[in-house]
């Protein structure tokens, strides 16, 4: 996670709309930032299902020393949307990517926002554009789309268009910085956004190559943890091949190995999910399963997400360390 800051304009009180697992989720991480959640979701079952994954969740939260100023029973919960964010000043809508359903709720909740609320919408598959066709005043609505689970995965993608109010884009990102989010911006709305369009391409060619027999799914999968996925975590490609350059730079390293990365990309593949396909990558994630639970398997990946992200605080506290440590001993030579 990053660094928290203080929240924008006194930001108390944030409202959650769609208690899925998104929904749920950012109930989660508000709570331990030491807000007060206001929720909506329309099934009867959403309010034990909520407590339960906060509950769950907060160890977690704790151990990523987010929950300093958070309590879990800070939530309440409402029947209808246009009670749930009559006081608060942050809205994340998570309800289904369905068009219909953001518009009829955007319309519910319109006359009963505060004049200062900020919207932000988790969507992944619909295009801002789209959306705000569902609001009368569509300037304080913007993108804050997470990665799974948000609680954990520190990544927001914002954002606004011609239609979005000055300083929206800036208070959104401070509120989220106040959460521990790192947030990046989508200058060009393009479908799927920029995470969700780097890992399609890689799964697309992972598909490929369990479908051309060069490896099996589990092995693919591994190909992705115990290599590039490691690097990755810490840096983005592109800085991670300019480190590859040996120093000379990433335009060095890209006439060194140009002709060999257009060989690969003319040979990528371009797979589609048929059944046939379908039931050839859910055979190898069974067999990859081996046994084990769904619910195992989220508590290992929430348990490695954690430890990393641990071991990423540590890293750049004891730099940070380090660098002052050096400066003040220049200083007083």
Known sequence: ????????????VAA????GTIGASWTALFLAAGLEVDVYD???????????????AWPSLARLGLTVNGAMDRVRF???PEEA??????????????????HDLYARIEPHLRADAIVASSASGLLVKEMQDGWKKPGRFILGHPFNPPHLIPLVELLGNDKTDGGVLELAEQF?????????????????????????????????????GVASVEDVDKAVYAGPGLRWSVMGPHMLFNLGSGGHGLGVFCERFGPSFHRWWDDLGDPRLTPEVIEQLLSGVQAEENG???D?????????????????????????HEQTSKARLVTAR
């Open 16 to 19: 959650i709309l769609g208690a």
């Open 85 to 102: 964010v009559v006081r608060a000043q942050f809205v994340q809508e998570s309800v289904p990517e369905r068009i219909e359903i953001k």
């Open 176 to 212: 989220y910085a106040a959460c521990g989010k790192v947030t990046i911006r989508v200058n060009k709305e393009v479908p799927g956004h920029v995470a969700n369009r780097l890992q399609a391409a890689l799964w697309r060619e992972a598909i490929h190559l369990v479908v051309e």
């Open 292 to 294: 084990r639970s769904f």
């Open 1 to 12: 996670m990053n660094k928290r800051v203080d929240f924008p304009r006194e930001v108390k």
């Open 42 to 56: 329309p099934s009867e079952n959403a309010e034990a299902f909520v407590r339960d994954y906060v509950e769950h």
């Open 78 to 80: 409402f029947r209808t």
């Open 296 to 320: 195992s398997l989220a508590y290992e990946r929430d348990s490695k997400i954690v430890e990393a992200s641990r071991a990423i605080q540590y890293a750049l506290q004891t730099d940070a």
